[in-house]
Nanobody, 120 residues
Framework: QVQLVESGGGLVQAGGSLRLSCVAS???????????TSWYRQTPGKQRELVAT?????????ADSVKGRFTVSRRVDYNTATVQMTMDNLKPEDTGTYYC?????????WGQGTQVTVSS
């Protein structure tokens, strides 16, 4: 299957930047079965919301709330794929747990989440 590991969360002041990474690993060339990789975020009491998506072809899509501030990129090596999300001009409302999601030929995989806290 495909395993995801996120990193890069932390505490930052409003207006600051963070870069999140999601490393996808799989055996036997299955990394190339990933169709899209997405970042979601969740805050207590709210549903998980889609923040950004990048396809295997590099097409990106962003939630309106992060357009112009967040940028997603993707790099594939032999058996890993790394998706990075650079978050600039962070706002307190960007606070939450960020999850990486991969949609692939064998189903869907989720990472364990990484916490982002933006102080005002």
């Amino acid at each position: 299957q495909v395993q995801l590991v996120e990193s890069g969360g932390g505490l930052v002041q409003a207006g600051g930047s963070l870069r999140l990474s999601c490393v996808a690993s799989a055996d036997s060339g299955r990394i190339y079965s990933i169709r899209t990789t997405s970042w979601y975020r969740q805050t207590p009491g709210k549903q998980r919301e889609l923040v950004a998506t990048i396809t295997s072809g590099g097409i990106t899509n962003y939630a309106d709330s992060v357009k112009g501030r967040f940028t997603v990129s993707r790099r594939v090596d032999y058996n890993t794929a790394t998706v990075q999300m650079t978050m600039d001009n962070l706002k307190p409302e960007d606070t939450g747990t960020y999850y990486c999601n991969a949609d692939h030929a064998y189903g869907t995989s989720w990472g364990q989440g990484t916490q982002v806290t933006v102080s005002s």
